[in-house]
C-alpha cells in the first residue's frame, strides 16, 4: 500500500477526546504554531548577573530624551529601575525616625531587638539603619549601619532583624555586645511590602465584595494584597503605584540613585490622592489618572485616605501634582455604577478601557467642561486579575474567570479549543497572579497562570491570533515586557535568585537544553474509522531543523497507539530523527495511533544543545491486517 499524507489541523484542541479530535493535535509544551505547522519555541537566557530582591511581577520600559534606556521593575518587596546593568533601588521611603531608635543584643545569638516607638513596621519590611555607634564588641557601627530586612515585629514599638556583616555573613553577638549602639541612631522605613501569595479575604476588597460581613476584614491596604505593582513614565519621569497603596513619583534628572517620592510631597502639591488601585497616563492628553482612588471628604478639603474601589481621578493636564477640581483648571473626577470594584484599566487607542469585576467601561477624553466621559460597553462580563488585559494589533484581548474576549469597538467572546484543560485545572485563590503578555514576532497573546493547587504560576495558554489556533505549555514566569524599546522580549523568572530573562534568542534554557519540548497528535483511525487492525510498516518524517546546533540535532519520533478510545496508550516505538533520516521502520498493528514529535534532549540521550525544529507533513505506510 502506498504512502498516506497526514496533515493535522494546527493548534491544540483538549475540547472533547483524543479520539473526537482526531486530524488534530491533543497535547504540546514549549512548541507552537507558524503558518500551520508546530515548531519548537525560542530559548532565553538571563539578561545579565544583576540580581532583585523579591518576585518581579510588573515590567516598564521606556526612554529618556537624552536616549537612556531605563526598565522599571516592581516586586513584592522593592521597586527598581534599570539602567545599564544594574538594578538600583528606588522604593519609597514611608518613615524616618531621628535619634530614637535603640538596640539589644543576647550573647551567642545574632539576633538585634530594635525599639523605636510607632514604628509602623512589618514581617519583610526593609530599614536603613544610620548614625548608630558600636554595641561594644564584634556587633560594631559598620554593622548595624546598612539596610536590613526585619525578621520578626513583636510589638509596635520593637522589632528584630539579623546582624550581618558588610559581605552580608552572619555575626553572632557576644558578652560585650551591649548599650544603645549611639545616642542619635535613625532609621529610615522603607514602604510596607506586600504579599507574595494572594490571601481571599485578607483585606476589603481581596475577595469578593460580598464576601463577609462588611468591616469584618481589615481595610484595603497594599500590605495585605497580592503586591501588584503598575507604573508609567510621564514624559521622563515614572509614576509608580503598588495595588491599594499610595502613589509616588520618580524625577528622571535626579538620578537612579535618589527613591521616589509621594505625590503629597511633591513641591506644590494639592490634594494629590494617597491611594489607588492603579495609575496610568493618558497620552492625548498627558492626566495621570487613578484608579480605585481615595476621594475628596464632602468639605473637599482632604482625602478621606479610604479607597473607594469605584471612584476614579485625574489631575489637571499636565500637572501632576494638581488634583483640586477648579473651574481654572481640568483636574476632576468620577464613579462607576456597574460592579463592586474596579479590577484593572489598560491605554488603548484612543480610549483608556476600565475593567471593574462585573463589567467594562470605556474612558475617552472629552474636553471641557468635563475633561472625561465614560461609557458602559459590557456588563456581566469582568477581567481575572489585574494585569489580564494586552493590547495587539486585533485589538484588545483578556481573560475572565470563565473565558478569553476581544475588544475592537465591540466585546466578542473568543472560541477556545482550550478552555476546558485551563479553567478546570485553574487556581481560582491564586487568580490576582494571571497576567497577559503580547509576542508580536510570532502573531500571539497568551496568559501565565497557576494551575490546579500551585500556588505560583506554572503554565501558560497562547492564543495566535493570526492562524486562530491555542496551545499551551508549562513555564514559571512572573511578569512580561514585548520587544519594542528592547530588542527582544523580556521576562521575570527565578533560578535560585531573580533574573530578567531575555527571550526568543537562541534554543535553549539559558545555557542547558530546553526540557520537555513536545507536540502530541490526538488518536487517528488508521482505517480512517478505527473498525479493522492496520499494520503500519513505515513512515517518512518531515522535519526541519532550525537550530544552531549543526548535524547534532535530533528529534524524536514517537509511536503510541490503542485499540480502543479507553484503553491506554502503549508506546510502540521510539526513533531518533536526524537532518538526513529517510524512513523509520515501525511495524506495529493496531486500530488507532498516536504521533509524538518531542526534542532528544535528555540527559540520556547526550544532552544537545542548539536544538530547533519545525514539523511539516507526516507520511504513514500502511496495509490492512483484518479485523481480530
Not at 253 to 276: F, K, M, Q, Y
Request: glycine fraction near 10%.
Amino acid at each position: 500500500m502506498p504512502y498516506q499524507k497526514y496533515d493535522l489541523r494546527p493548534g491544540v484542541d483538549r475540547e472533547g477526546t483524543s479520539f473526537s479530535a482526531q486530524g488534530g493535535w491533543f497535547d504540546s509544551n514549549l512548541v507552537r504554531f507558524r503558518k500551520g505547522f508546530p515548531e519548537k519555541i525560542g530559548g532565553w537566557v538571563k539578561e545579565q548577573v544583576a540580581t532583585y530582591l523579591g518576585t518581579g511581577r510588573a515590567l516598564h520600559a521606556w526612554v529618556s530624551l537624552a536616549t537612556t534606556k531605563y526598565l522599571g521593575l516592581g516586586t513584592t518587596l522593592k521597586y527598581y529601575i534599570k539602567e545599564g546593568d544594574t538594578f538600583d533601588d528606588i522604593t519609597p521611603i514611608r518613615k524616618t525616625s531621628t535619634n530614637s531608635i535603640t538596640f539589644a543584643a543576647t550573647d551567642g545569638s545574632s539576633t538585634i531587638t530594635a525599639t523605636d516607638s510607632n514604628h509602623g513596621a512589618q514581617a519583610n519590611d526593609f530599614v536603613t539603619i544610620s548614625g548608630a555607634a558600636t554595641l561594644g564588641g564584634v556587633v560594631t557601627a559598620a554593622v548595624l549601619n546598612q539596610e536590613y530586612q526585619i525578621a520578626t515585629v513583636p510589638t509596635a514599638n520593637t522589632y528584630t532583624f539579623t546582624a550581618k556583616d558588610t559581605d552580608d555573613a552572619t555575626v553572632t553577638a557576644n558578652s560585650s555586645d551591649s548599650g544603645n549602639g549611639g545616642a542619635g541612631v535613625d532609621g529610615s522605613y522603607q514602604i510596607n511590602v506586600g504579599l507574595d501569595e494572594y490571601v481571599t479575604g485578607s483585606g476589603w476588597g481581596a475577595g469578593l465584595w460580598g464576601d463577609g460581613t462588611f468591616g469584618s476584614s481589615s481595610p484595603l491596604s497594599a500590605s495585605n494584597q497580592l503586591r501588584i505593582w503598575t507604573h508609567d513614565n510621564f514624559g521622563e519621569d515614572l509614576i509608580i503605584n503598588p495595588r491599594g497603596g499610595g502613589i509616588y513619583y520618580w524625577t528622571e534628572n535626579s538620578g537612579s540613585s535618589v527613591r521616589a517620592v509621594a505625590l503629597e510631597d511633591l513641591t506644590g502639591a494639592n490634594l494629590p490622592p494617597t491611594l489607588a488601585l492603579q495609575t496610568l497616563v493618558s497620552d492625548v492628553d498627558r492626566h495621570v489618572i487613578c484608579l480605585g482612588a481615595d476621594p475628596l471628604n464632602d468639605a473637599g478639603t482632604a482625602r478621606t485616605s479610604a479607597i473607594d474601589p469605584l471612584f476614579i481621578c485625574w489631575c489637571d493636564q499636565e500637572v501632576v501634582t494638581q488634583w483640586e477640581p477648579k473651574i481654572t483648571n481640568t483636574a476632576g473626577s468620577l464613579r462607576l455604577s456597574a460592579g463592586s470594584k474596579i479590577i484593572g484599566g489598560l491605554r488603548s487607542r484612543q480610549e483608556i478601557l476600565i475593567w471593574t469585576d462585573d463589567a467594562l467601561y470605556s474612558m475617552q477624553f472629552i474636553g471641557a467642561p468635563y475633561t472625561f466621559g465614560v461609557n458602559l460597553i459590557n456588563s456581566g462580563v469582568g477581567m481575572i486579575a489585574p494585569k489580564a488585559a494586552v493590547n495587539s494589533p486585533p485589538g484588545v484581548f483578556w481573560m475572565d474567570r470563565s473565558g478569553f474576549y476581544l475588544y475592537n469597538g465591540s466585546v466578542s467572546r473568543v472560541l477556545c479549543s482550550v478552555h476546558s484543560y485551563v479553567f478546570d485545572n485553574f487556581n481560582q485563590d491564586q487568580m490576582y497572579k494571571v497576567f497577559s503578555f503580547l509576542n508580536r514576532q510570532f502573531n500571539e497573546v497568551g496568559w501565565y497562570y497557576p494551575s490546579g493547587s500551585s500556588t505560583e504560576i506554572d503554565r501558560y495558554v497562547v492564543y495566535n491570533y493570526q492562524a486562530q489556533v491555542w496551545y499551551y505549555g508549562e513555564m514559571t514566569r512572573f511578569a512580561w515586557l514585548d520587544e519594542g524599546v528592547e530588542s527582544y522580549p523580556r521576562a521575570t523568572g527565578t533560578d535560585t535568585y531573580n533574573y530578567v530573562y531575555q527571550h526568543e534568542t537562541g534554543n535553549d534554557d539559558d545555557g542547558s537544553p530546553m526540557d520537555n519540548v513536545y507536540i502530541e497528535s490526538a488518536d487517528f483511525a488508521l482505517d480512517g474509522i478505527g473498525n479493522t487492525f492496520t499494520q503500519i510498516q513505515n513512515a517518512m518524517p518531515d522535519v526541519l531543523f532550525t537550530g544552531d546546533g549543526g548535524s547534532d540535532q535530533t528529534v524524536n519520533f514517537v509511536l503510541k497507539t490503542r485499540n480502543f478510545p479507553n484503553e491506554s496508550l502503549t508506546t510502540k516505538s521510539t526513533s531518533q530523527v536526524t537532518a538526513s533520516t529517510t524512513k523509520l521502520d515501525l511495524r506495529s498493528r493496531s486500530r488507532q495511533a498516536v504521533v509524538r514529535l518531542e526534542s532528544d534532549d535528555d540527559a540520556s540521550a547526550g544532552e544537545r544543545l542548539g536544538v530547533g525544529w519545525r514539523v511539516g507533513s507526516m507520511r504513514l505506510n500502511t496495509n490492512p491486517s483484518g479485523k481480530r
